[in-house]
């Protein structure tokens, strides 16, 4: 009795689409097709919330020339007093100062870190949800790491200051409760703080005020700040980000010289009338970044139809007339509040140039891109004013 051979059955592998949306404008700036997108969604940043931040994340590592899928910045959700809710912000770990430091051919090591005396407490607080949450925690009271530095053919000592626990652990929510990691790491994650003040007093020049992931967990983004977006400031080391993360484009910017500006100008507090062009602010400096507003409007432009089949080839049609996704109004409240927090010319650049894409991937009109100018007019004699009085 002869037997039949069986036929081979060829199984079709199809993979799950990204867990956030992925759009074709992500592969063109930063090289990152579905595949890599896939990974970074679901490997490097399983935690994050938004597109939006890990496009964030990728601005800030093509600024820095580092590689993404080593995860040298990491995703903070931090609180917004202001918005009443978390958002989420790129920091760099303290491997990225390591890398910093190790690029400049100078740095030569550190020593064993030193520990302050071991105290024990109970830390009490209330979740979101009003159950009580306790956690008893051993910590050193403090830490301190040195850093070496070749200068000159010569070893130089750097000893960074004493970093203490109380001001450093990152806590649960907005209670006074050690989050998991830091109960479970109370050595470790404060000698990560240590070690990142230690490299800022060694290499001033390369790392600024770069404040760490490790040193924001658990903080505000505007602590005690009022209401009015006038109000608004940056945490300490939240301008060197903003700087970083939004970087600004080399496209001149056209002189619209609005109607609007000088009711603007007097909404910022008076003064002669400014009708300059935001491309007369300053010299633009080099690169150019993805605001999240512009990932934003990109995830939105996409959301519909890119997810539905991950193997799908991209649509060659031209792309439809834009859609309006968000009104002006909204849209023009919640920039102008951002539009507040800039403290340099170059971030007000930055914001303007975001306003544009955003602007032309919703299709406002030029008497609404003409009242995002007179905002930007306004912010800009604003900080004028500020390094005047200063100055004075």
Known sequence: MSTQPTKPTTQVVKFQPPRLPYAPEIEQRFGVDKA???ALTEAIYPTAKTSDAIVMALSYCRARRLDPFKRP???????????????????????????????????????EAIFGPEQTETFEGKDKDGHTIRATVTFPAWCQVTVHRMLS?????????????????????????????????PFGQLEKCAEAAALRCAFPEELGNELTAEEMHGR?????????????????????????????????????????ADTAGEASGGGDADTSSPGELLDEPEGEAITAEMAAAIAERTRASAEDNFDAPEPKDEPAPPKQTRPFAEYL????????????????????????????????????????????????????????????
Request: hydrophobic share 35%; charged share 30%; net charge neutral.
């Open 73 to 111: 910045v990491h995703i903070v959700p931090m609180w917004s007093a202001q918005k009443r809710a978390y958002v989420e912000t790129v920091w760099p770990g303290v491997a990225e100062l390591r890398t910093t430091a190790f690029r400049t051919g100078q740095y030569a090591g550190k020593d």
């Open 153 to 185: 053919g010569h070893t130089m000592t750097f000893v960074g200051p004493k970093t203490y626990w109380r001001e450093s652990y990152a806590r649960i929510g907005r209670t006074d409760v050690p989050n998991d990691m830091w109960q479970k790491r």
């Open 333 to 392: 409240t919640d920039w102008a509040a951002t539009m507040a927090t800039a403290t340099s010319e170059q971030q007000v650049l930055a914001l303007w140039n975001a306003a544009r894409d955003f602007r032309e991937s919703q299709g406002y009109s030029e008497d609404q891109l003409k009242e995002l100018h007179a905002v930007t007019v306004g912010r800009r004699r604003a900080l004028k004013r500020a390094a005047e009085s200063d100055q004075g």
């Open 220 to 260: 505000q983004i505007d602590d005690d700040a009022p209401e009015t977006p006038q109000a608004l400031s940056p945490p300490k080391g939240m301008t060197d980000r903003m700087d970083m993360v939004l970087g600004a484009r080399r496209d001149e910017i056209e002189d619209l010289s609005p109607a609007g």
């Open 36 to 38: 890599g997108w896939k």
